[in-house]
């Protein structure tokens, strides 16, 4: 059997590989901790992305394996047993590398769902096609993992009268296919956070968190282009350590991603001064003056339509006061959107003035600083 000792390239594939996936478990911990300690809203997105952790955790055993097994070496120098095994686990990593991928793409969008639950219908029709889209294409290349090659031990075995399919082909489909979906998940949630009613420096935080899973196209535009080099290599044991490492990459870079959304609840508490409070109180400022002139207009008529306002206030969970004692120790962002109807003399309804409150958004899933969080 080869070992990693004299196997630099299959040494520099694990050791890339570990180390990403180290990174994408650590991240995912500290997500589980934010959503399930702190903020305690713990969703279905978060079994998703652990489900993918596992998954990439595996990924890169099965990478071991295979350098153990002599990826990274010249196939001349393997023997018939080593063939059999690396194919064995390359096989296998396969199945849990796009398994990873579904997972992870299906929990940032039940992601986008929770926190953009009350946007438009065209957003949520958008949503339910992307969704459609991704559990397709992780069936579809789970199928053609598992069975590209009837009987399934064909795929390591190499015996003859097996029916395979097209490896090339498929590999070269699926990547384009998840390019795309790639693309989509960015794409989707840009158009709604520009219409929430927040600061422009939140809304350009927002998409930018959001846009940081733009690194998962490039690394998987990285990875294709690899796949490219394998596929006409006549040496595909030594030129493999490339599209493995590659996919490591993708699948952990998709994951850390994904958490990072959800870490700012944990980055106020740790370090405050990332996300100064400064132009949330400005904004908050900006908002209650507009509420206070909004309420010494002269009546509407009852069909003329009434503009709603989105309130940003420090609120404490008990006091329904505004003090600056409040405001000092309840830093957490509401945002609130306030309805105030009026009705004029001819209606035999003077001063009479409708108000609903406390109707959080979808905004205050984001920028909430959960320091305070029920």
Not at 48 to 59: D, Q, V, Y
Not at 196 to 211: D, E
Not at 301 to 326: C, F, M, Y
Request: aromatic fraction near 8%; proline fraction near 3%; hydrophobic fraction near 45%.
């Amino acid at each position: 059997m080869a070992t990693l000792n004299n196997n630099p390239r299959g040494n520099q594939a694990v050791g890339v590989s570990s180390a990403f996936t180290a990174l994408a478990t650590l991240t995912v911990l500290l997500r589980l901790y934010t959503r399930f300690s702190l903020v305690k809203c713990a969703g279905l997105e978060d079994y998703f992305i652990t489900l993918a952790m596992l998954c990439s955790i595996g990924l890169t055993v099965c990478i071991g394996v295979q350098a153990a097994n002599g990826m990274g070496q010249h196939i001349k120098t393997l023997g018939d047993n080593e063939m059999r095994q690396s194919l064995k686990a390359f096989w296998a990593s396969l199945i849990v590398y796009y398994l990873s991928l579904g997972l992870t793409k299906t929990s940032i969008l039940l992601q986008y769902r929770r926190v953009f639950a009350t946007t438009s219908r065209t957003f949520h029709i958008a949503f339910w096609a992307v969704m459609a889209v991704v559990v397709c294409y992780t069936i579809w290349t789970e199928m053609v993992s598992i069975f590209a090659c009837v009987p399934v031990r064909a795929f390591w075995t190499k015996e003859t009268g097996a029916k395979c399919i097209n490896q090339f082909a498929t590999w070269f489909t699926n990547a384009a296919i998840n390019i795309l979906t790639d693309f989509a998940l960015i794409i989707l949630p840009i158009p709604v956070i520009r219409n929430l009613n927040l600061a422009r420096r939140q809304k350009q935080a927002l998409i930018g968190i959001f846009a940081v899973g733009g690194l998962v196209c490039i690394v998987s535009i990285m990875r294709l282009h690899s796949l490219v080099r394998i596929s006409n290599s006549a040496d595909p044991t030594y030129d493999n350590p490339s599209p493995a490492t590659w996919s490591s990459v993708e699948t952990n870079i998709g994951i850390i991603c994904s958490c990072l959304p959800c870490l700012r609840p944990l980055i106020v508490r740790l370090v405050p001064g990332v996300f100064s409070s400064k132009q949330y109180m400005q904004s908050a400022s900006r908002t209650n003056a507009f509420s206070r002139s909004t309420r010494r207009r002269s009546a509407f008529p009852v069909d003329t339509a009434i503009p709603l306002e989105s309130k940003i206030s420090h609120r404490s969970s008990n006091e329904e006061g505004h003090g600056a004692d409040e405001e000092e120790k309840d830093t957490r962002i509401r945002v609130q959107t306030e309805v105030h109807i009026s009705f004029d003399d001819d209606n035999d309804l003077n001063d009479k003035e409708s108000t609903v409150k406390r109707a959080d958004s979808c905004e205050s899933l984001i920028i909430q600083d959960p320091a305070k969080a029920v």
